[in-house]
Nanobody, 120 residues
Framework: QVQLVESGGGLVQAGGSLRLACAAS????????MNWYRQAPGKQRELVAT???????NYADSVKGRFTISRDNAKNTVYLQMNSLKPEDTAVYYC??????????????WGQGTQVTVSS
């Protein structure tokens, strides 16, 4: 059984920082891409950042220069360091990972989401 557990969300003032973490556990063979999505009220879910198994990263234009995605393969964990937060960053942030197990290949697992609220 694979489970993604997120942590680090909360309430901060504009200009502050948060560090999100998402740890995958279970009988995992490999993890390919690991991603962070977010969804604000009344808006579509959007891809914030992605990181491949080789460490290549990509970011949404709205967060470039402020957010950094990283991963610790030994811990099966992906991080999102968020600096210079703005009220428009307020959303539920979701961890996503493509994981191969004995039963499935590159199945997209999702975390439950963690609320990030940035006050003005």
């Amino acid at each position: 059984q694979v489970q993604l557990v997120e942590s680090g969300g909360g309430l901060v003032q504009a200009g502050g920082s948060l560090r999100l973490a998402c740890a995958a556990s279970g009988s995992i063979f490999t993890i390919t891409a690991m991603n962070w999505y977010r969804q604000a009220p009344g808006k579509q879910r959007e891809l914030v950042a992605t990181i491949t198994s080789g460490g290549s990263t990509n970011y949404a234009d709205s967060v470039k220069g402020r957010f950094t995605i990283s991963r610790d393969n030994a811990k099966n964990t992906v991080y999102l360091q968020m600096n210079s937060l703005k009220p428009e960053d307020t959303a539920v942030y979701y961890c996503n990972a493509q994981i191969t197990t004995i039963a499935t290949t590159k199945y997209p697992y999702w975390g439950q989401g963690t609320q990030v609220t940035v006050s003005s």
